[in-house]
């Protein structure tokens, strides 16, 4: 059973530059749930995607997007950055119908913004 | 609206010492609790999980955490450290948001074991 896997592992971009991060989900699951952790601090959830449409957002502006392709697999997309969005980002995966959505996380993309 | 207070963001023990993070929560409906550990430059893993089946829950590498609605706390604890339990740990609540909700995290505890 293969986990859930992103790319890249890191990144620097500038201010003001866009960057896509790749997330495959694990085998089986169908929702790919994003997250934002900054240093210090505790995943911040950005957003959700199940059968390739967004189901539930947190409080991030609309220059975090995202997408959901056929195979479950997703990306999420970052315009105009600054340098606040220097995070780890998490990727994490589940099935649906399990009661208590129980997700499986990746490595991570740590993305530096200069 | 839920969330997750982690108390303490750092812990150190002794090596064969008893381990305790602490975790409170605050939830209008009944909770699904995590507790997930990080190592550094790593994602997050699931330790245990509380989802009404049990209060007292069994996860891996020696943890468990008792669930107490009188107090709203979802404890983490170990019997004895060992240097490899050395990592960041983070408390969460499962939201009810959307179809499939998704995880509120704690701030975190990196816990330190000393020789």
């Known amino acids: 059973e293969t986990g859930v896997t992103q790319s890249p592992t890191h990144l620097i971009k500038t201010r003001g530059q866009q960057v896509t991060l790749r997330c495959s989900s694990q085998?089986?699951?169908?929702?790919v749930s994003w997250y934002q952790q900054a240093l210090g601090q505790g995943p911040q959830f950005i957003f959700q995607?199940?059968?390739?449409?967004?189901?539930g957002r947190g409080n991030f502006p609309p220059r975090f997007s995202g997408l959901q392709f056929p195979n479950y697999s997703s990306e999420l997309d970052v315009n105009a950055l600054e340098l606040d969005d220097s995070a780890l980002y998490l990727c994490?995966?589940?099935?649906?119908?399990?009661?208590?959505?129980?997700?499986?996380f990746g490595p991570g993309t740590r993305l530096t913004v200069l | 609206a839920q969330s997750v207070t982690q108390l303490g963001s750092h812990v150190s023990v002794s090596e064969g010492a008893l381990v305790l993070l602490r975790c409170n929560y605050s939830?209008?409906?009944?909770?699904?609790l995590f507790w997930y550990v990080q190592y550094p430059n790593q994602g997050l893993q699931l330790l245990l999980k509380?989802?009404?089946?049990?209060?007292l829950v069994k996860g891996i590498n020696g943890f468990e955490a008792e669930f107490k609605k009188s107090e709203t706390s979802f404890h983490l604890t170990k019997p004895s450290a060992h240097m490899r339990d050395a990592a960041e740990y983070f408390c969460a609540v499962r939201t009810y948001g959307g179809s499939q909700g998704n995880l509120i995290f704690g701030k975190g505890t990196k816990l330190s074991v000393k020789p």
């Open positions: 995607y199940y059968r390739e449409e967004e189901n």
């Open positions: 939830s209008s409906v009944p909770p699904y």
């Open positions: 085998s089986g699951h169908n929702t």
């Open positions: 509380y989802t009404s089946a049990a209060t």
């Open positions: 994490a995966s589940s099935k649906s119908g399990s009661s208590y959505n129980e997700q499986f």
